[in-house]
């Protein structure tokens, strides 16, 4: 992911950038893109694999060190902020097999979608001041 051999580089590292949850991280794109304006504090990705690639791009200096928890589901603001404190911007990319025109088209009602609430649930829980959500489109469908 680093362009240079330089390490992660923000433009917000202090601790007066607003700091980030990344929910549903993947290998840690929304972080990495979103770098020059939000300080990552932690991640969120099911997935081992991409487990495993957040924390070689954490070790490779791309992405930040923070804890990468295994499940939204079972996440909540209490871990997160006895781990990182208060988080001001809850980030992520909800499933979107549900939504997408090439899935299945269960819309918000699917059973990858519903993880949408626990991002929403989440950001409640911490007093986050914003949400920044990325899918497909048709991503506001109603089931069929």
């Known amino acids: 992911m680093r362009t240079s051999s330089e390490p992660y580089l923000a433009l917000c590292s202090s601790d007066d950038c607003p700091k980030s949850l990344d929910l549903f991280s993947g290998c840690g794109l929304m972080s990495f893109g979103l770098r020059r304006m939000l300080r990552p504090g ?36 209490a871990d997160v902020r006895a781990e990182i404190g208060d988080v001001d911007i809850v980030t992520g990319s909800f499933p979107c097999q549900d939504l997408s025109t090439a899935g299945v088209n269960k819309g918000l009602l699917g059973t990858r979608s519903t993880l949408f609430a626990d991002m929403v649930r989440l950001a409640g829980e911490l007093d986050a001041q914003y949400m920044v959500m990325e899918n497909v489109t048709g991503k506001g469908r109603a089931a069929p």
Do not use: K, N, Q, Y
């Open 42 to 77: 932690g991640f969120c990705e099911i997935d081992p694999g991409a487990r495993a690639v957040l924390e070689r791009r954490m070790e490779d200096g791309s992405l930040p060190h923070g804890p990468v928890w295994p499940d939204v589901r079972a996440l909540t603001g």
